[in-house]
């Protein structure tokens, strides 16, 4: 599977892709399906994420336990220097400069319906960089749940995902550190917009 820092089932990982025509390199949170030997990415349709990777035949999934950095790219842009290009990619790839580990893909396109267009991914290169342990905190699992409720509530206003969002918050204000606190505010405020 992969060459490894994926594993089976659904790894939420911070997906980085690049515009080809201008260079400029995206970040966003996305799940990368690991079942049965595949590896595939199920992306909605008009995000950035899924222009690049029809453009680009690439994608790169970083793993980082920042939460600020789910909230932060889920709903916008982050700066320039959150991207390394990956210098040996054969073509010109780009990661999160403080990741973890990477695996990069090239992607093909294996369905494109009204809903979804899906990609089946295959692995090029992958790097451990400063992988630390982490104990299981709820808070940062909150942060992720509340998140991809968050992405849908902000073009649903759908007050079931609201409720959601706010049983998240609960288990990220009681388990959470700072940091965990802190982007769980950005993302009250990105729903409140
Ligand atoms: C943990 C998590 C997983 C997500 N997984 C996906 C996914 O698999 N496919 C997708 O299209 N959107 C997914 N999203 C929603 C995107 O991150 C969201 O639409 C984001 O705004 C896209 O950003 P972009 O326009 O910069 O690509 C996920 C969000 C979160 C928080």
């Known amino acids: 599977m992969g060459l490894g820092i994926l594993a089976d089932g659904i790894n939420e990982i911070i997906a980085t892709t690049a515009d080809p025509a201008?260079?400029?390199?995206?970040?966003?949170?996305?799940?990368?399906?690991?079942?049965?030997?595949?590896?595939?990415?199920r992306l909605?349709?008009?995000?950035?994420?899924?222009?690049?990777?029809r453009e680009s035949g690439w994608v790169v999934a970083n793993l980082t336990y920042d939460p600020m950095v789910y909230v932060r790219s889920?709903?916008?842009?982050?700066?320039?220097?959150?991207?390394?290009?990956?210098?040996?990619?054969?073509?010109?790839?780009?990661?999160?400069?403080?990741?973890?580990?990477?695996?990069?893909f090239t992607t093909t396109i294996v369905s494109d319906t009204r809903e979804t267009l899906v990609v089946e991914l295959t692995p090029v290169a992958s790097a451990i960089l400063n992988l630390r342990p982490h104990s299981h905190n709820r808070a940062f699992a909150g942060i992720i749940e509340a998140t991809v409720h968050a992405t849908r509530y902000v073009v649903t206003r759908d007050p079931e995902l609201w409720v959601l969002i706010?049983?998240?918050?609960?288990v990220v204000r009681k388990c959470g550190g700072k940091e965990h606190v802190e982007a769980l505010e950005i993302l009250l405020e990105r729903c409140q917009e």
């Not at 349709?45 to 899924?50: D, V, Y």
């Open 22 to 41: 201008t260079g400029k390199p995206n970040a966003a949170p996305m799940g990368i399906i690991c079942r049965n030997g595949r590896i595939m990415l």
């Open 44 to 53: 909605f349709h008009g995000t950035q994420t899924e222009r690049n990777i």
């Open 74 to 104: 889920a709903f916008g842009d982050l700066p320039e220097d959150a991207f390394s290009e990956i210098p040996d990619g054969g073509m010109p790839m780009h990661r999160l400069t403080d990741c973890e580990a990477w695996e990069a």
């Open 166 to 170: 706010e049983q998240a918050g609960e």
